[in-house]
T-cell receptor, first 112, second 112 residues
Framework: SQTIHQWPATLVQPVGSPLSLECTVEGTSNPNLYWYRQAAGRGLQLLFYSVGIGQISSEVPQNLSASRPQDRQFILSSKKLLLSDSGFYLC???????????FGQGTRLTVV | SQQGEEDPQALSIQEGENATMNCSYKTSINNLQWYRQNSGRGLVHLILIRSNEREKHSGRLRVTLDTSKKSSSLLITASRAADTASYFCATYSGAGSYQLTFGKGTKLSVIP
């Protein structure tokens, strides 16, 4: 069966520090991969999606970047965190063809 | 940008009552999906309705879709305290799009 792993679950980072969040999917190949951010009590903002290795589409210009070095690995990064980067980050995958999404458990990032 | 918009933003009902949430979207779709999110967790897929379907049932869930009005509704019958969660609709931004975007959600509270 397919599983998605996202870590860490919580993270407290100082302003100006780098960030690396990792997401991996098991049990499927060539998934579409997504990074979302959710502010407290709000909806999901699509940050990046990827339909293949090295293919990244950015939805919102900001202080973050994403990479997909392997088929089932999706990484969210920042060189210097801002206070406004705080939030709940969710990774998700879908199979090809506009199908349902499967989400990781999320990373609660607090920038202090 | 947000594709779906849920209404109401918050809903509080007594256990045993029915809960109805609505979603409006902007562009043409292949399907519309509903998800549930418990506080501080990832989203879980509930049901997918295709654009050529008008109604779909899954257990205590009933989803309707009106493509002429670009709207959908989610009905939860005989609600339970365990149904307390946020509910989101999601669509792909147009046919052939990989951008899976979510509304802001309806926060449902079921009072025992």
């Amino acid at each position: 069966s397919q599983t998605i792993h996202q870590w860490p679950a919580t993270l407290v980072q100082p302003v100006g520090s780098p960030l690396s969040l990792e997401c991996t999917v098991e049990g499927t190949s060539n998934p579409n991969l997504y990074w979302y951010r959710q502010a407290a009590g709000r909806g999901l903002q699509l940050l990046f999606y990827s339909v293949g290795i090295g293919q990244i589409s950015s939805e919102v210009p900001q202080n973050l970047s994403a990479s997909r070095p392997q088929d089932r690995q999706f990484i969210l990064s920042s060189k210097k965190l801002l206070l406004s980067d705080s939030g709940f980050y969710l990774c998700a995958w879908t199979s090809q063809g506009n199908t349902e999404a499967f989400f990781g458990q999320g990373t609660r990032l607090t920038v202090v | 940008s947000q594709q779906g918009e849920e209404d109401p933003q918050a809903l509080s009902i007594q256990e045993g009552e029915n809960a109805t949430m609505n979603c409006s979207y902007k562009t043409s779709i292949n399907n519309l999906q509903w998800y549930r999110q418990n506080s501080g967790r990832g989203l879980v897929h509930l049901i997918l309705i295709r654009s050529n379907e008008r109604e779909k049932h899954s257990g205590r869930l009933r989803v309707t879709l009106d493509t002429s009005k670009k709207s959908s509704s989610l009905l939860i019958t005989a609600s339970r305290a365990a149904d307390t969660a946020s509910y989101f609709c999601a669509t792909y931004s147009g046919a052939g799009s990989y951008q899976l975007t979510f509304g802001k959600g309806t926060k449902l509270s079921v009072i025992p």
